[in-house]
């Protein structure tokens, strides 16, 4: 197996200048995350994405409960805080949307972890940023493709990265793999396929977010306080039921939970 090495420029031909020197390729997928510039260099300026921040801690330490985690609504405007059980510890995290307003994340997540007897100060805090997703957009170029949160894959309401990255990441080598027999049309395919099996559903992500965290107490109550929704929830992580299976209810709930409110 070749060794990581960093990316550290694109040419226009796809040779791509490692740290360990340059490598050459007919098509390129570019999944180097938030934070990557590989975007950039391929051209894509002005990526529709709605960006989170995130602030996470390991927390090396016995836990209560290995098989509960907590999320917690209320204590951040417009995102929540999370403490998932770890093997040897906790990962506790506080990840916000932009237009909370000017809010302390870090001591926001402090008082947090106060809970589980962690002092959020003293151990190591990463910041992330988030990039979700806010709209279909045109994934490829000629050759290439962006994959994973490089193609702002992120769920808008629960901020879930990890499997939509995934299946990015599966539906860009299968275009590639075509595009290798000759298929023309491979990679803008790829866009297409991203629009109409992702983004359709995280357009009713998106609708639901914007409700649930506009008044996050009505959210609570007629959504995460209600067995029935949290485990609608678990269904559509896992990927058995989609958004489109259950937007109609959480919309109608949470639209007279806001009147009512
Ligand atoms: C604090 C935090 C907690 C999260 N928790 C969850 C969760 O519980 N569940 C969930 O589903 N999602 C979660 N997410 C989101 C999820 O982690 C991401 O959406 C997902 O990892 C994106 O996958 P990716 O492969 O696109 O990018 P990444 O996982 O970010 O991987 C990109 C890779 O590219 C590499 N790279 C970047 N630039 C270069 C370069 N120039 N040369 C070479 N390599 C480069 C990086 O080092 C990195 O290894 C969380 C995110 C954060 C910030």
């Not at 990526?47 to 989170?52: F, G, N, T």
């Amino acid at each position: 197996m070749k060794r990581r090495s960093r990316v550290l420029s694109l040419k226009r031909s796809l040779q791509v200048q490692t740290e360990n020197g340059p490598v050459m390729g007919r098509y390129l997928i570019a999944a180097d995350g938030a934070k990557g510039p590989m975007a950039k260099w391929l051209g894509f300026q002005d990526r529709k994405r709605r960006i989170a921040g995130a602030l996470e801690a390991e927390a090396l330490t016995e836990i209560d409960r290995p098989d509960t985690l907590h999320l917690e609504l209320g204590l951040v405007k417009n995102g929540y805080l999370w403490n998932f059980p770890k093997a040897d510890g906790y990962s506790i995290g506080i990840g916000a949307f932009q237009g909370g307003g000017n809010q302390n994340l870090r001591a926001i997540a402090t008082e947090y972890a106060k809970l589980f007897g962690v002092e959020f100060s003293s151990i190591r805090q990463q910041g992330h940023p988030i990039c979700a997703w806010d709209g279909n957009q045109r994934l490829h170029t000629q050759q290439a493709v962006l994959a994973g949160e490089a193609a702002c894959v992120v769920d808008p309401l629960t901020a879930e990265g990890i499997r939509p990255s995934m299946f990015s990441g599966l539906k860009a080598s299968e275009a590639i793999n075509e595009a290798l027999s000759g298929d023309l049309n491979a990679l803008s395919r790829y866009s297409e396929v991203m629009a109409e099996e992702w983004g359709a559903e995280m357009q009713w992500a998106a609708r639901i977010a914007k409700l649930f965290y506009r008044l996050p107490k009505v959210g609570y109550r007629v959504g995460v306080h209600q067995p029935a929704a949290t485990r609608r929830v678990g269904q559509i992580l896992s990927g058995q039921i989609g958004y489109r299976d259950v937007a109609n209810t959480a919309l109608n709930r949470l639209s007279q939970g806001l009147l009512g409110n």
